[in-house]
């Protein structure tokens, strides 16, 4: 097991590289703290567009993109401004199973000058195993005065097909359908199947969810994430987007854990940790 530090052309910190048993491995970019790649059990498990920009121009296409402190539009660019933020590695090393890296995000001149001004402290920890990955943030109010944020990790999972690719976990959560303009549906399917556009908020979901294809699924659990949302841009809006390729709708799911339907409310001094264990197991298990 290993951690490795890679720099850019100008000497600074670009991204970390965690090794861990059985071969598996976590890349991350100090850039939004993105997890850009997660190898287990043989396999690449993260989709990232092969047209993503990694140079620091734009929030990444794919793999962990974090969302803090505004899902979606709003008063600041779309989904906040973690993703596109510098983050700073405070910590990286191996423990018992497995190897694990800490990033942190503080407030700055630029972020209290926006209209969500507040200071904050976050602390994120991508933790490596052999089959797991874990990733968590760690919010802290240090300012003065409560505040409200909504957050989510845009998790983009590769697969084979998206057409062979089941999610469960959702049936009877109420969603928010995007697409559709409709609000307050409930999900009926036990095995839910994109084969369009799709952009869904499920609201309040009460247990695991997983992503399952051929004889594996990855398994889902949150932690003080109350909602999931489900996204797949399908063949119009891909052409559309400049750093997603036409066809690579067929080779990804977003199934991303947070809160975004209702806020996260924090009073000064107080701090909440929030998250996903992702798990790698036999389909025989669903």
Not at 31 to 51: C, D, P, Y
Not at 188 to 204: F, G, L, Q
Not at 207 to 222: C, P, T
Not at 261 to 280: D, F, N, R, T
């Amino acid at each position: 097991m290993s951690v490795q530090r890679f720099n850019n052309a100008a000497g600074e910190l670009e991204r970390v590289v965690l090794s861990g048993p059985k071969d598996a491995s976590v890349e991350i970019y100090v850039f939004g703290a993105t997890v850009t790649s997660w190898k287990s059990m043989g396999k690449e498990r993260l989709f990232i567009s092969k047209q993503a920009k990694l140079d620091g121009s734009k929030a990444v296409r794919g793999g962990i993109p974090l969302v803090f402190p505004q899902f979606g539009p709003g008063d600041l660019p779309q989904h906040g401004f973690a993703r596109t933020r510098k983050w700073t590695l405070i910590e990286a090393a191996e423990h018992g199973e497995g190897v694990y890296a800490r990033f942190e995000l503080l407030d700055n001149e630029e972020t209290r000058a926006s209209k969500w001004p507040y200071k904050f402290s976050i602390q994120y920890t991508v933790d490596l195993t052999a089959t797991k990955l874990s990733t968590i943030m760690k919010y802290e109010n240090v300012d003065d005065q409560p505040f409200e944020f909504t957050s989510l990790m845009h998790t983009y999972f590769r697969v084979p097909s998206i057409a062979d690719t089941v999610v469960t976990g959702l049936k009877d959560s109420v969603y928010t359908d995007k697409v559709r303009g409709t609000d307050g549906a409930k999900e009926e399917r036990d095995n839910v199947r994109v084969d369009a556009n799709e952009d869904r908020v499920y609201k309040d979901v009460p247990g695991n969810v997983s992503v399952g294809y051929g004889n594996e699924r990855i398994l889902i659990r949150r932690f003080n994430f109350k909602d999931v949302v489900l996204w797949n841009p399908w063949a119009r809006n891909a052409a559309e987007m400049s750093d997603f390729g036409n066809d690579e709708y067929n080779e990804m799911i977003c199934v991303e854990s947070g809160t975004v339907a209702s806020k996260i409310a924090l009073c000064p001094g107080q701090v909440i940790s929030c998250g996903q264990l992702l798990s790698v197991e036999s389909n025989a298990k669903h």
